[in-house]
């Protein structure tokens, strides 16, 4: 059976944007949950995407479900998607990533494998997914869930949520805390730029972390 829920509404562009400057290590240095399993990886390093997440669950084999929402997507969406642990069928590839990029869709997020690692290059499309495989799915028309909520690398996610995605990782938001986090890392950054000024001028990281105060207090 085919499960399928309206799609959510889009985090404003304004929030996207900001949270886009964000790196998801800086936000990692203040919370620990919302990040999926790091052996979801990009097959882009070098970009950082922000988007609303539409979910979307399909087994095994089979693609079906993700062939017919294509055509749905919006620009900005960002599809996470569940494989219900198989780790052997690549759903998306070349023409998936062509059809995506045509449809402005900010990323894709699979816990699962992908193909056509060279066409997702070509294309620039930012994917995260945990490798390659030769082995695609197929048109099976077994099953699958649209827009409910999923689990994707230990972490659930629900139509809706901001998804930000970079070389280091993925991180899952509520999408009203989005700006919030958002702003604080950036804090974070510029206050990065000022530490590294001052070791620049030969301050020393422990002093100014507070470690070597924390460890003389504490020495037997």
């Known amino acids: 059976m085919f499960i399928l829920k309206d799609l959510p509404r889009q985090i404003d562009t304004e929030t996207l944007q900001?949270?886009?400057?964000?790196?998801?290590?800086?936000?990692?240095?203040?919370?620990?949950?919302?990040?999926?399993?790091p052996a979801i990886r990009a097959v882009l390093p070098e970009r950082r995407v922000a988007g609303t997440a539409v979910t979307l669950r399909i087994p095994g084999a089979d693609s079906t479900l993700l062939h017919y929402i294509l055509p749905h997507l919006r620009p900005g969406d960002f599809v996470v998607i569940e494989r219900c642990g198989d780790t052997r069928h690549a759903c998306w590839g070349g023409v998936v990533t062509n059809t995506a990029?045509?449809?402005?869709?900010?990323?894709?997020?699979?816990?699962?494998?992908?193909?056509?690692?060279s066409e997702i290059r070509r294309c620039e499309m930012p994917v995260w997914c945990r490798g390659p495989s030769p082995i695609t799915t197929k048109i099976l028309g077994l099953e699958g869930a649209f827009n409910v909520p999923i689990s994707v690398?230990?972490?659930?996610?629900?139509?809706?949520?901001?998804?930000?995605?970079?070389?280091?990782?993925?991180?899952?938001?509520?999408?009203?805390?989005?700006?919030?986090?958002?702003?604080?890392?950036?804090d974070m950054q510029q206050a990065e730029l000022l530490l590294l000024e001052r070791l620049a001028k030969g301050e020393r990281l422990p002093d100014i972390s507070g470690a070597t105060a924390l460890v003389d207090t504490r020495r037997g």
């Open 18 to 37: 900001l949270l886009a400057q964000a790196e998801t290590a800086t936000i990692g240095h203040v919370q620990h949950s919302g990040f999926v399993d």
């Open 153 to 186: 690398g230990g972490q659930s996610v629900n139509p809706g949520d901001a998804i930000l995605a970079d070389e280091s990782g993925v991180v899952v938001l509520e999408a009203g805390r989005a700006a919030q986090i958002g702003r604080m890392a950036l």
């Open 101 to 117: 990029k045509r449809a402005g869709v900010a990323g894709a997020v699979i816990d699962g494998v992908a193909t056509d690692f």
